[in-house]
């Protein structure tokens, strides 16, 4: 109970000092000031872009996995290079791929190029091609706001038909119907048949704004005869997903003819590859951010201790005076630590409170949310921060003898 008195008596004698030397209070906060409202920022954005890219990143399909020739991220230019020498996937083997999934699982072959598309006198150049099957539209988060998508007749190739993305019908048709128009796709026409919904930002859907998508017959037909495949296999169980990976590299195997001590030619990628890149550029963009936060707190920790050193010299009577009716060390020490964290934590505050209309701005660049978690850890900073930074000038204070304090006046 005593201990909790002497709290309660330090903060009444800490926030008075306070008020008197507001000034003074207020200057000797800007570092912890800039420091916390740096690592509070910092953590909105992070926080924001790590919830909006694991959302898009889902977009994916959380039971689905990609087989390619190559990883999706590789770490040097000579594995990039042993990687492209790899022999390409082909429609064939996508096909006999499935044959050896169980059945509950079902593969989707996705390869794309480029071409010019036409509509009329408008072009619009450079538009990704995809040649898929009408089950594409099952492993991917896409969906279609106008007409359908391919039907399973027409994914071998029967007709010359296309989804297209919101950009490309935007673009071309400019406001008139684009269901039942022929569009020039390179050299050929093709009927248009759906529309997609617009995408946004979802990864890697978002291609899809900026796509036509056509059966993959036509696309051997019409324009690679030889495509490099990507297989989007649909595993139907996210909580089976590394199970499912080993299946399917057996498989893979098996369909490549790949001797048993021979290694992988082709890589199997998933959601959890963008995943952990991001977790890995997140961290040091982390890493730099507190460093710089490190700096301003160390500096506002200095200020901090400076002014509580001339604070006790300017009380060094007062000192005295309540050791000789018999405060403790204790009482003092806690008196001044308070005054420290205090000083310190009216800095996290206005952090704070700064940092709700910064986090406003921010997301006019970047997706960013501030969360109880931030805040808590905000005034946790400012607070270790103001008691790091005072108790050498506290300890000082509670070690004075109180005959030579009285003297100081």
Known sequence: MRF???IFEGLAIALDAIRVHKLRAALTTL???????????????????????????????????????????????DEWIKQSRRPRIT?????????????????????????????????AEAVEVVGTTDKFILATSARVA??????????????????????????????????????WVGRNTFEVVGVFEKQGEAIPQAALDDAVVIPVGQFITQFRREPDFTVLVKTGDPGR???????????????RRLPPDAEDDFAINSQESYLDLFNRVGGRIAAAGLFVTGLALFVGGIGIMNIMFVTVAERTYEIGLRKAVGARQRAILVQFLIEAACIALIGGVIALLLA??????????????????????ALAV???????AGFVPAWRAAKMKPVEALRHE
Request: with cysteine.
């Open 241 to 255: 997903l590394g199970e499912a990976r080993e299946e399917l590299r057996g498989a893979m195997r098996r369909v």
């Open 382 to 388: 400012s607070l270790l921060t103001g008691l790091v």
């Open 91 to 123: 429609l064939e083997q996508i096909r006999q791929l499935e044959r050896l999934l169980p059945p509950q699982q079902f593969c989707i072959p996705y390869a794309e190029g480029t071409q010019p598309v036409k509509f009329k006198t408008r072009t």
């Open 356 to 377: 709700w209309p910064g986090t406003w701005l921010l997301q006019l660049l970047v997706p960013a949310a501030m969360s109880v978690p931030t805040m808590l850890l």
């Open 146 to 183: 106008q007409g359908r998508f391919l039907t399973p007749a027409e994914s071998d190739g029967a007709r010359p038909v296309c989804v297209i993305g919101a950009n490309v019908a935007a673009n071309l048709f400019e406001g008139e119907p684009a269901l039942g128009s022929r569009i």
């Open 4 to 6: 909790v008195a002497e």
């Open 31 to 77: 570092g912890v000031i800039i420091g916390v409202l740096t690592v509070t920022l910092m953590s909105a954005a992070i926080n924001g872009i790590k919830t909006s890219f694991s959302e898009n990143v889902m977009a994916l399909g959380a039971d689905t996995l990609y087989v390619s020739r190559m990883d999706w991220f590789i770490g040097s230019p």
